[in-house]
């Protein structure tokens, strides 16, 4: 393989890197943003509005019925 080749093949995969590179700017440039106080703002807003059965100091004991991880009622299938 010549010199001018290896130049050749060199910089084509610069250039591809730096097409890569563009593409991915573009993308993020491309992006829905919003500004943090916006989120942050609705972040607190959803973490006020829903209860966590996680947290019952903060939202109080839920019934077994209302809580996704209580232990169920029901009986376990049993193979014999």
């Known amino acids: ?13 610069k250039l591809q890197r730096i097409e890569d590179y563009n593409r991915r700017l573009t993308e993020q440039l491309n992006m829905n943003c919003i500004a943090t106080s916006e989120a942050s703002d609705s972040l ?9 059965p996680l947290l019952p100091s ?15 009622t029901t009986a376990c299938c049993a193979i014999l």
């Open 1 to 13: 393989m010549s010199v001018t080749n290896k130049r050749l093949q060199i910089s084509q995969s």
């Open 44 to 52: 607190i807003r959803y973490c006020n509005a829903t209860r966590d």
């Open 58 to 72: 903060i939202w109080g004991k839920l019934d077994k019925d209302a809580d996704p991880y209580a232990p169920s």
